[in-house]
């Protein structure tokens, strides 16, 4: 495979804290899935934090930005069971990164963590 892009976000995580208490904001950037994990979670905003780092991450290694029809709420960060996280792209979204990617398959790679006040994000391309 080729390296096709790479991204990297760092948000500090006070920065999302009021934002989390809005509905329409959970629901624009975070997916019905990843709003459950992130609730569980005891350091639940450092989890939001995460997957919003994520989702800039990803839209910077796609080329796009979050624009150009890219929804934060369809690039979803999830994990395996063995906690590593990976992004899951949903519908216009994933139409949209298979047509810039030319392909329908390629391999999204992604690092995240944080510490404290901060979250950072580290995704590859791959086609």
């Known amino acids: ?10 948000i500090q995580v006070n920065r999302l804290k009021k934002s989390l208490n809005k509905k329409p904001f959970l629901s624009r950037i975070y997916s019905k899935e990843e709003i459950l994990k992130c609730k569980r979670s005891k350091l639940n905003i450092n989890c939001f934090a995460k997957r919003f780092a994520a989702k800039e991450a990803f839209s910077k290694a796609l080329g796009t930005g979050i624009s150009k029809g890219i929804s934060f709420n369809e690039i979803v960060v999830l994990n395996e069971k063995s906690g590593k996280p990976y992004i899951k792209l949903i519908n216009k979204t994933k139409k949209i990164a298979e047509r810039k990617l030319k392909k329908k398959i390629y391999k999204i790679s992604l690092s995240i963590a944080d510490e404290k006040d901060y979250a ?7 086609i």
């Not at 495979?1 to 760092?10: A, C, S």
């Not at 950072?120 to 791959?126: C, D, H, K, P, Y």
Request: hydrophobic share 60%.
């Open 1 to 10: 495979m080729k390296l096709f892009g790479v991204g990297t976000d760092i």
């Open 120 to 126: 950072v994000a580290f995704v590859t391309i791959s």
